[in-house]
């Protein structure tokens, strides 16, 4: 059985996101959404929020499971029984970065790999920080996000309409 752990904030999961889960699914036989609690992080959806979010927003996926975690993801990819760690990548200003994570996490456990899949290149520039910032301003986020996520951030933004309070400054 080839189980993987894809790891992330998802707040809030977006398409780009959900491509990778898909890709994922392909070349794995289980995948694990792991969400990540990060006290050093402000959330705009709860731990709790957040899976449950993913876990409507995916449904009928049976070959995946949604999960929570705190702490080392290698501990929690061993506790899992998995042996790869997923990872998307957009643009090459994620590369720096996550090479480093990937060399770091193999350090700690040279049994997990760490398996990057390369976004569609619609989503090359999306993320869930400038989809919270567009919501944020009464933008519309329905190309990037599912329709319940966009619903959950026009109520945490007390917008009544997609692309209502979008306004234009005069001076
Ligand atoms: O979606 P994000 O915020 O980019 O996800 C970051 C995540 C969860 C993958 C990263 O913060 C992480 O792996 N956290 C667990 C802590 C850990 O294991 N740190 C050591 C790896 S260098």
Aim: aromatic fraction near 8%.
């Amino acid at each position: 059985m080839r189980r993987a752990v894809y790891p992330g904030s998802f707040d809030p999961i977006t398409l780009g996101h959900i491509d990778i889960i898909d890709r994922a699914l392909n070349l794995f036989d289980e995948l694990v959404v792991a969400v990540v609690r990060n006290p050093s992080k402000n959330a705009l959806f709860s731990l709790e929020e957040r899976q449950d979010i993913i876990g409507r927003v995916l449904p009928g996926r049976d070959r995946l499971k949604v999960a929570t975690f705190s702490g080392l993801l290698v501990k929690f990819v061993e506790a899992q029984g998995a042996h790869a760690i997923v990872k998307g990548l957009r643009a090459v200003s994620d590369f720096d970065f996550e090479f480093q994570m990937s060399l770091l996490n193999r350090q700690l456990n040279p049994r997990i790999d760490t398996v990057f899949l390369m976004t569609q290149d619609r989503y090359a520039f999306l993320s869930s920080s400038s989809v919270r910032e567009i919501a944020s301003l009464g933008g519309s986020v329905n190309q990037m996000v599912p329709p319940l996520v966009e619903e959950r951030l026009r109520e945490r933004f007390g917008l009544s309409e997609p692309g209502r309070g979008q306004t234009v400054d005069r001076e």
